[in-house]
């Protein structure tokens, strides 16, 4: 399986400033995903990292909000914007390595904004 | 619109005990059905299910999917402390939302020694 590192691990930020969240992993994938955790949900899909293309977005999710960069097959970036209290969550990056194959789950950005 | 209902929402057990975890879900273009255990941040991968009635296993786990009822189970036998966890179940699908997995609520396993 793959070894996928997130940073930063956690954060607390003040409402109305934006926060990047880096994904690296240890070996080049197909597939990279951006998903959200909210206190007490699940994971919901944010988008699909494009691997030299724009990410594509799940409904409710836009990209001046959630900017996302995939500058090669190991790299990829989650940019939550203009932060308000509601984006508190966990932040987690997947990868699947290959068509088929199974997704795997980074450690997480645990935010909090205040 | 995809959906996994998983059940129950919580199980409150004492060490030894064996327990089954159901999910059955809805999914346009059925690709895979995935578990997970959560028990911090990130999901720990279990199984993978692709087939019908082949079972999976992994030590004191295992797992099995029916794609014509829609639903799959995962079973712990002997459960220690350290299985308390939020279990996941996800169902992936295929076409043009590959690789998106729609998860269910989680079951809160707690094992009390």
């Known amino acids: 399986s793959a070894v996928i590192s997130q940073k930063p691990s956690r954060d607390i930020c003040q409402r109305g400033t934006s926060l990047t969240i880096q994904c690296q992993v240890d070996?080049?994938?197909?597939?990279m995903f951006w998903y959200r955790q909210q206190p007490g949900q699940s994971l919901t899909l944010i988008a699909t990292a494009n691997q030299g293309s724009e990410a594509t977005y799940e409904s409710g999710f836009v990209i001046d909000k959630f900017p996302i960069s995939r500058p090669n097959l190991t790299f990829s970036t989650l940019t939550v914007s203009n932060m308000s209290p509601e984006d508190s969550s966990i932040y987690l990056c997947s990868v699947q390595p290959g068509v088929g194959e199974t997704q795997y789950f980074g450690p997480g950005t645990r935010l909090l904004v205040l | 619109e995809d959906k996994v209902v998983q059940s129950p929402l919580s199980l409150v057990v004492h060490e030894g005990d064996t327990v089954t975890l159901n999910c059955s879900y809805e999914?346009?273009?059925?690709?895979?059905l995935l578990w997970y255990k959560q028990e911090k941040k990130a999901p720990t991968f279990l199984f993978m299910l692709?087939?019908?009635?082949i079972e999976k296993k992994s030590g004191r786990l295992s797992s099995i999917l029916d794609k014509k009822e829609l639903f799959s189970i995962l079973n712990i036998t002997a459960t220690q402390t350290g299985d308390s966890a939020v279990y996941l179940c996800?169902?992936?699908?295929?076409?043009?939302?590959?690789?998106?997995?729609?998860f269910g609520q989680g079951t809160i396993l707690t094992v009390h020694p």
């Open positions: 996800a169902v992936q699908a295929g076409g043009t939302s590959y690789g998106k997995l729609t």
């Open positions: 999914v346009t273009n059925f690709r895979s």
């Open positions: 070996s080049q994938v197909t597939m």
């Open positions: 692709t087939s019908s009635g």
